[in-house]
């Protein structure tokens, strides 16, 4: 049982828009920056967003973050099988005194 | 290149203890807080420690407190996490990552994992 509440998976055609979200509570999400993590079968996880919406370099505009209270939303536009992964939100839990993730969420390509 | 190498992974017995390093290179090792997350069979991330850029502040999950102990040699850009009496449930691929901002759980980049195996 993760602290941050994920969608198990999510699927969409080539070329659709998919949203992915993250719930939490004021603990964490609502009050602290949110990260994404993008993960492929048998490879370590990467970083895809910090600070709730910003993409390092190397990342695509079709990703994009977004926050609104105690939840937050990954978006992938454009969607391409090469984007079927898993993906992970994570942030700060300022009561826990611990970093939290969410449980990830299987993106499927159809 | 920034690059995290996880070694001492392996197959215990439960109650039994394993030292897992992380070899860091490509950035200045000294200055960054780093961290050990963990993926569960399930596939599952848990975030397990923290440690600051000169072990003035370090942090634990519940689930560890009290068993493993997380420390770094900065002159040796290693980091290193202590496990003891390990359980079934500590059935993971461990890796080290550098923090770029903890409160923001910003992680990056990640080492490639290694695996422990807790079976009796």
């Known amino acids: 049982q993760s602290v941050l509440t994920q969608p198990p998976s999510v699927s969409a055609a080539p070329g659709q828009r998919v949203t992915i979200s993250c719930s939490g509570t004021?603990?964490?999400?609502?009050?602290?920056?949110v990260s994404w993590y993008q993960q492929f079968p048998g490879s370590a996880p990467k970083l895809l967003l910090y600070d709730n919406n910003k993409r390092p370099s190397e990342i695509p505009d079709r990703f994009s973050g977004s926050k609104s209270g105690t939840s937050a939303t990954l978006g992938i536009t454009e969607l391409q099988t090469g984007d079927e992964a898993h993906y992970y939100c994570g942030t700060w839990d300022s009561s826990l005194r611990a970093g939290v993730f969410g449980g990830g969420t299987k993106l499927t390509v159809l | 290149e920034m690059q995290l190498v996880e070694s001492g992974g392996g197959l215990v017995k439960p109650g039994g203890s394993l030292r897992l390093s992380c070899a860091a290179s490509g950035f200045t090792f000294r200055h960054f807080t780093m961290t050990w997350v963990r993926q569960t069979p399930g596939m599952r991330l848990e975030w397990l420690s923290s440690i600051s850029a000169t072990s003035s502040d370090i942090y634990y999950a519940d689930s560890v407190k009290g068993r493993f102990t997380i420390s770094r040699d900065n002159p040796k850009n290693s980091l290193s996490l202590h496990m003891n009496a390990l359980r079934v449930e500590d059935t993971a691929i461990y890796f080290c990552?550098?923090?770029?901002?903890?409160?923001?759980?910003?992680?990056?980049?990640w080492g490639q994992g290694t695996q422990v195996t807790v079976s009796p």
């Open positions: 004021s603990s964490n999400i609502e009050n602290h920056y």
């Open positions: 990552a550098r923090v770029v901002s903890l409160e923001a759980g910003w992680f990056d980049p």
